[in-house]
């Protein structure tokens, strides 16, 4: 349930953190110096970070804070000079001091969090100097013109979760008798906004084969037949 103080405290070959589910706290400088951790995914029972907890973390470039989530400590993030995302599920911004985040580039950090919290966040003097966005977005699937499909995913979900959804809905598909279901337009990539995808749906062609020859000086030596 909690990760004591300076349990971790400059272990340079870290990188990556699997969290027990009912983690409550993470200590003082717990992982502080910790120069080669990428990511911080906090489950969702922890409420407490203390300070200095991930200060020099400076290879760390995205955190998941959990809604349970109501302090967290001075300097806990300072250093951190590589965030670039941060999704905080918490509804109304945790009250946080300027140095949390210190020698951070807030301008360049994406602060994700739930879409009804965007305007309080942007208007919160500390978490305001972040690039706010919402953490949901609504993807759609198009067919012939009418949308048949739409899924909430959130900010940065990957392109195959989105690939998985765009699957159901080709098992799905009426295609008109002589035509042939070809792509997504456009090409389906990771969320970064609402988005609808078209299937394009064309006429079916008719394959010829043929054989493609390679030859060495003028000598044949490979054949292929497509």
């Not at 919160?124 to 949901?136: D, I, K, T, Y």
Request: aromatic share 10%.
């Amino acid at each position: 349930e909690e990760i004591g103080d300076a349990m971790f405290y400059c272990c340079p070959a870290l990188t990556t953190i699997k969290f027990p589910a009912h983690l409550a706290s993470i200590g003082e400088q717990a992982f502080e110096g910790c120069t080669s951790l990428t990511s911080v995914v906090l489950p969702d029972e922890t409420g407490l970070i203390y300070k200095n907890a991930f200060k020099g973390c400076t290879a760390l470039e995205s955190v998941d804070l959990p809604a349970s989530v109501a302090l967290i400590g001075e300097e806990a993030f300072k250093g951190c000079s590589n965030l670039r995302t941060i999704k905080c599920r918490v509804a109304s911004p945790v009250n946080i001091l300027p140095n949390v985040f210190q020698d951070v580039d807030c301008r360049n950090v994406a602060l994700i969090v739930p879409n009804q919290s965007v305007n309080a966040y942007k208007a919160n003097s500390a978490w305001g100097r972040f690039a706010v966005f919402p953490l949901n977005y609504d993807i759609s699937f198009k067919v012939n013109g009418s949308v048949v499909y739409t899924v909430p995913k959130e900010f940065h979900t990957p392109a195959a979760d989105v690939k998985a959804e765009a699957k159901l809905v080709e098992q799905q598909m009426t295609i008109p008798a002589g035509k042939v279901f070809k792509h997504w337009n456009p090409e389906i990539t990771t969320v970064i906004k609402d988005q609808v995808y078209e299937a394009v749906i064309e006429p079916a062609a008719t394959v010829t084969k043929c054989t493609i020859q390679f030859a060495v000086n003028g000598v044949p030596k490979t054949s292929f037949l497509l």
